[in-house]
T-cell receptor
Framework: ETGVTQSPTHLIKTRGQQVTLRCSSQ?????VSWYQQALGQGPQFIFQ???????GRGNFPPRFSGLQFPNYSSELNVNALELDDSALYLC???????????????FGPGTRLTVL | SQQGEEDPQALSIQEGENATMNCSYK?????LQWYRQNSGRGLVHLIL?????REKHSGRLRVTLDTSKKSSSLLITASRAADTASYFC?????????????FGAGTRLAVHP
């Protein structure tokens, strides 16, 4: 158990809808990263939040957005859902230094999103 | 895009045997991490090896890193059925004020009793 929790566990949406996924980071951690894992693939980096600001982003369109709250929990929002957005969404928390450097990232159990 | 490439893609062994998985990557890194994932659930961190380290041990796990060849290997000794899972290597590079993990596609390990 890493202490990172995600909700919901599973979600079914239809194309064009919007979805919000939630993540509570491990106690003492100040950084949250989000990943998308398609079936049979490795996780792909979406973005990272440090002290409530996005400080890094992967190759994902703007309809993927996020928030980090003062307690360091986080949300991932996806607008205008497409069939290809069906995946396991993982969040990971870590403790970053003032420069933003982190070592180990601790992952939550994920949210399985199905888009019909 | 995924930087790490694991080899083999799938590995099937008997309990008690050793399992070796390899990972190659393309760019310079700060560290390389190995994770395990059971049946599409969350990733479990196994071990982190820094770019200035060559070998690291944790229980039945042994990780090596060769930065000149841009490759790493994970050895699981005396495997057990409970080791059945997918194993991913992830390279970490610090750039632009954040650490980005780039994962490979993983090795699916099956350990048969």
């Amino acid at each position: 158990e890493t202490g990172v929790t995600q909700s919901p566990t599973h979600l079914i949406k239809t194309r064009g809808q919007q979805v919000t996924l939630r993540c509570s980071s491990q106690s003492g951690h100040n950084t949250v990263s989000w990943y998308q894992q398609a079936l049979g693939q490795g996780p792909q980096f979406i973005f990272q939040y440090y002290r409530e600001e996005e400080n890094g982003r992967g190759n994902f369109p703007p309809r993927f957005s996020g928030l980090q709250f003062p307690n360091y929990s986080s949300e991932l929002n996806v607008n205008a859902l497409e069939l290809d957005d069906s995946a396991l969404y993982l969040c990971a928390s870590s403790l970053a230094s003032r420069s933003g450097y982190t070592d180990t990232q601790y992952f939550g159990p994920g949210t399985r999103l199905t888009v019909l | 895009s995924q930087q790490g490439e694991e080899d083999p893609q799938a590995l099937s062994i008997q309990e008690g045997e050793n399992a070796t998985m390899n990972c190659s990557y393309k760019t310079s890194i700060n560290n390389l991490q190995w994770y395990r994932q059971n049946s599409g659930r969350g990733l479990v961190h196994l071990i982190l090896i820094r770019s200035n380290e060559r070998e690291k041990h944790s229980g039945r796990l042994r990780v090596t890193l060769d930065t000149s060849k841009k490759s790493s290997s994970l050895l699981i000794t005396a495997s057990r059925a409970a080791d059945t899972a997918s194993y991913f290597c992830a390279t970490a590079s610090f750039s632009g004020g954040y650490n980005k993990l780039i994962f490979g596609a993983g090795t699916r390990l099956a350990v048969h009793p």
